[in-house]
């Protein structure tokens, strides 16, 4: 069975840094994109960022870029977010999304969607 | 704001169909497909549609998906209490990646 664990989620204080991590088990790590989501609390999902299957292409959204680094261990089947600089409205539970392709380009061609979700881990930013 | 429109809330009874809508434009939902999360509180999100209109293993009939240019409904027959969730639907957007639309909070009466 596909399995995905995020860990790492804390208290921060603002601007201050920390590293989530995913570990995800029962498939080929290195054959899939990873992305993660966050949700606010009383927000909708907001994608963060995402990371092909061979670590080489990555994408961010405004609300982080400059901020958080995504990446990935293939040999440990695990992916990071590096969240720096952080801001109280980065506080939100952290999903990590495996996609069903190999590419970062999601819902363009037939077959490429997000399948697996993590719990979530809890972010909570204060001062 | 949101990229996708989706109707804040719905309701309907035990039994009843219910739809929510995803409005998008040309370059999300107008050449794009569309996915749709079920989010209950305290819980991960999970995949409810696919390609428009797929349903992965594991999710009723009773769950369906269309789109009609740029608006993208999810249906759901034979309403049941535990339908009670927030939903979403999601596209690929050029210039943002992924795009999420606000969520629909799904109230069984």
């Known amino acids: 069975d596909v399995q995905l664990l995020e860990s790492g989620g804390t208290l921060a204080q603002p601007g201050g840094s920390l590293r989530l991590s995913c570990s995800g088990s029962g498939f080929t790590f290195s054959n899939f994109a990873f992305h993660w989501v966050r949700q606010a609390p009383g927000k909708g999902l907001e994608w963060v960022a995402g990371l092909s299957g061979s670590g080489e292409t990555r994408y961010y959204a405004d609300s982080v870029r400059g901020r958080f680094t995504i990446s990935r261990d293939n040999s440990k089947n695990t992916v990071f977010l590096q969240l720096n600089d952080l801001r109280a409205e980065d506080t939100a539970v952290y999903y990590c999304v495996k996609s069903t392709g190999v590419t970062l380009v999601l819902m363009v061609y037939a077959g490429d969607y997000f399948d697996y979700w993590g719990q979530g881990t809890l972010v909570t930013v204060y001062s | 704001q949101s990229v996708l429109t989706q109707p804040p809330s719905v309701s309907a009874a035990p039994g009843q169909t219910v739809t929510i809508s995803c409005s998008g434009t040309?370059?999300?939902?107008?050449?794009?497909?569309v996915s749709w999360f079920q989010k209950v509180p305290g819980r991960a999100p999970k995949l409810l549609i696919y390609?428009?209109?797929k349903r992965p293993s594991g999710i009723p009939d009773r769950f369906s998906g269309s789109k009609s240019v740029t608006t993208a409904t999810l249906a759901i027959t034979g309403l049941q209490t535990g339908d009670e969730a927030d939903y979403y639907c999601a596209t690929w957007d050029s210039s943002s990646a992924v795009v999420f639309g606000g969520g629909t909070k799904l109230t069984v009466l």
């Open positions: 390609d428009h209109n």
């Open positions: 040309s370059s999300t939902i107008g050449e794009n497909y």
